[in-house]
C-alpha cells in the first residue's frame, strides 16, 4: 500500500506536524534563546526593572486541555541574576502523545545584560543544544559538534538582553496604560535586527490560583506573533494567550498534578491548524493546475511566486512546472545565489558528513536538475516518515535517519547545497483529502528558474497543490505563525 494510501486509516499524516510543533516552540518564547535585547536605553526612560526575587510554577493548556508545565525562577547569585526556565510539554500528534522538554539558563548583570546562557530542547532520541557567552562586545555562540554545530562570534553594538521562555524579556515595572515601548531585537538566527512591540492595553483582575491579583494586560508582537500577556507589578507573567488556543497560566504544583490526568484529551495538533476548504481535489498528486479563491486570509499576503503561484484579484493559480534545462554545470559559481548554496546553521552543508553523503549520491553527475532529482529520490528512501517534534538539523538528520516533512527538506537542501547546487525551502500548504495542511519542501535553481520538489513524496516537481506562503531557511518559518487559523480557501478550478 502506498504511503497515501496509508492515509485513509487515519485523518491526518504525520509529515505535515514538524512545522507546527517548530511554531508551537517558538509560540512561547524565544526557541533557542537567540533573540537578544539591547542596553537598556532603547526601553523607555521612565521604565523600572524589577529586583524581586521570583519562583513561579505554570501551567500550559492547548484549547483547555492539559498539555504541560513550566518553572521560571529568578534568583540573584552575588552580583549577578541567574533566570531558569525549565518547560515540559506534551503534543499529541496522531495520536501519540510527543513529550518535549525546553530547558535555559541564563547569568545577566544587574541590569539584566547577559553574560552567558545555555539552551537545550529534548524531544525522544534528538536532542538540540547550544550555549553562548559575551567575550567584550562579542557574543560567542556554540552548537555541540554532534550536531553540526561549532563555535561563531557575533558582532554586537551592546551588551544585549536575552529573552524569557515564560514573561516579557526583562521584568518591567510602572507600566503605564496606553504606554507602547518599542525594543530592537537583534537576531542572530538571520543577522537581522527587528523591533518587538509592546503595548499597555488596561488593567485588570485575574483570579489566579483562587486568588485575584491585580495585573497590567499587554500585547507584545515579535516579529510576526502576536501574544497577549498578564503581568504583574513584579514584571512577572500571570497569563498568556497565543495561538492555537493556547494558554499559559500561573499555578502550583498541586494544580499541575491534578492537570495532568487531563493529557488524554489533548487535542492533536493538525487538526487544529488544518486550513478550511470549500469545494475538494480529487487525485491531489496529479494535480497539474489549481485556482483557488482566497475566502480569508488575514493581514498577511500570500506571495506570487513566477511563474508557478501568481496572486492576482483574491485568487491564486498554481501551475506545475516542466522540468526545466539546466544552464549551468556543477557546482554553481555564480554570485546571484550565494546565498542558496551556503551552509546555514540547520543546514550544514559544510559538514564533512554531508559533504561525503552528496558526493556518494551524486557521483560525477554535473547536470544539477538531474543531481537534485537523484538527492530527492536519496532522501525519499532513506528516511523513516515518523513526526518529530524537534528542531531538524541537517547533521542529526542523516544519523537519526528519521523525520516529517521539515527534516526531508532540510537534508536534502544540506546535500543540495553540498553538490553546489542552489538550493531553498520552502514552506506552505499540501492538499490532503479533506483540506489544506501545513508543510515544508525544496526548490533547486535550473540557471534561469526555480523548480520545485517534495523529498517527503518523491515528487519532481511537486503537484500544483503546494501552496507557497514563506521561502527561506528554518529560520524564518515562524513567519508562517501569522497565516494560523487566519486562511480559508474554495476551490475553483482544477486540471491533472
Known amino acids: ?28 518564547g524565544s526557541l533557542f534563546k537567540d533573540a537578544y535585547y539591547p542596553h537598556i536605553s532603547d526601553l523607555a526612560d521612565d521604565l523600572t526593572l524589577s529586583s524581586a526575587e521570583t519562583d513561579d510554577w505554570f501551567i500550559i493548556r492547548i484549547r483547555g486541555a492539559y498539555s504541560g508545565f513550566g518553572r521560571s ?74 550536531v553540526g554545530g561549532g563555535t561563531r562570534r557575533l558582532k554586537l553594538y551592546e551588551r544585549p538582553r536575552i529573552s524569557r521562555s515564560l514573561g516579557l524579556p526583562v521584568p518591567l515595572k510602572n507600566l503605564k496604560v496606553g504606554e507602547q515601548i518599542k525594543v530592537p531585537v537583534f537576531d542572530p538566527l538571520d543577522g537581522n535586527k527587528w523591533d518587538a512591540v509592546i503595548q499597555v492595553m488596561e488593567q485588570a483582575e485575574l483570579t489566579i490560583t483562587g486568588k485575584k491579583v491585580k495585573a497590567w494586560l499587554v500585547r507584545a508582537i515579535y516579529r510576526t506573533i502576536e501574544l497577549s500577556m498578564w503581568i504583574d507589578d ?30 488524554k484529551n489533548l487535542p492533536e495538533m493538525m487538526a487544529l491548524s488544518a486550513v478550511p476548504v470549500k469545494g475538494s481535489i480529487k487525485d491531489p498528486r496529479k494535480l497539474t493546475y489549481l485556482e483557488l479563491d482566497i475566502l480569508r486570509k488575514g493581514e498577511q499576503s500570500i506571495p506570487s511566486i513566477n511563474p508557478r503561484q501568481i496572486v492576482r484579484n483574491g485568487k491564486i493559480t498554481i ?18 545565489m550565494l546565498k542558496y548554496v551556503a551552509s546555514s546553521r540547520f543546514i550544514r552543508s559544510e559538514h564533512k558528513d554531508i559533504i561525503k553523503k552528496s558526493k556518494e549520491i551524486v557521483g560525477d553527475e554535473k547536470d544539477p536538475i538531474k543531481a537534485a532529482k537523484l538527492i530527492n529520490q536519496w532522501v525519499f528512501k532513506y528516511l523513516k516518515k515518523v ?17 516529517d516533512c521539515n527534516e526531508h527538506a532540510v537534508l536534502a537542501a544540506a546535500l543540495a547545497r553540498a553538490a553546489g547546487i542552489p538550493t531553498r525551502i520552502e514552506l506552505g500548504l499540501v492538499y490532503l483529502e479533506d483540506g489544506f495542511y501545513y508543510h515544508a519542501w525544496n526548490s533547486y535553481w535550473s540557471g534561469e528558474r526555480w523548480v520545485t520538489a517534495d523529498a517527503l513524496i518523491n515528487q519532481f516537481p511537486a503537484d500544483a497543490s503546494h501552496v507557497i506562503l514563506v521561502i527561506g531557511d528554518v529560520d524564518k518559518h515562524m513567519n508562517v505563525l501569522t497565516y494560523l487559523g487566519k486562511l480559508e480557501f474554495e476551490v475553483l478550478k482544477t486540471k491533472w
Open 1 to 28: 500500500m502506498s504511503f497515501f494510501a496509508e492515509r485513509s486509516r487515519s485523518r491526518l499524516n504525520p509529515w505535515v506536524t514538524a512545522l507546527i510543533v517548530g511554531a508551537w516552540l517558538v509560540l512561547i
Open 73 to 146: 525562577r529568578q534568583f540573584r547569585q552575588g552580583d549577578h541574576w541567574m533566570l531558569r526556565d525549565d518547560l515540559n510539554i506534551s503534543l499529541n500528534i496522531q495520536g501519540q502523545i510527543k513529550p518535549i522538554r525546553i530547558k535555559s539558563t541564563a547569568e545577566v548583570d544587574k541590569d539584566f545584560r547577559l553574560i552567558s546562557f545555555k539552551v537545550r530542547v529534548a524531544s525522544g532520541i534528538v536532542t538540540f543544544e547550544q550555549s553562548g557567552y559575551m567575550d567584550g562586545r562579542d557574543l560567542v555562540l556554540k552548537t555541540p559538534d554532534i
Open 234 to 263: 513584579r514584571g512577572g507573567l500571570l497569563k498568556g494567550l497565543m495561538p492555537l488556543g493556547i494558554t499559559v497560566i500561573r499555578s502550583n504544583r498541586e494544580e499541575i498534578s491534578q492537570a495532568m490526568e487531563g493529557l
Open 319 to 336: 501551475t506545475k512546472e516542466a522540468v526545466p534545462k539546466p544552464t549551468y554545470s556543477l557546482p554553481w559559481e555564480g554570485k546571484k
Open 387 to 403: 513526526p518529530t517534534p524537534t528542531v531538524p538539523d541537517a547533521v542529526t538528520i542523516l544519523k537519526t535517519r528519521e523525520g
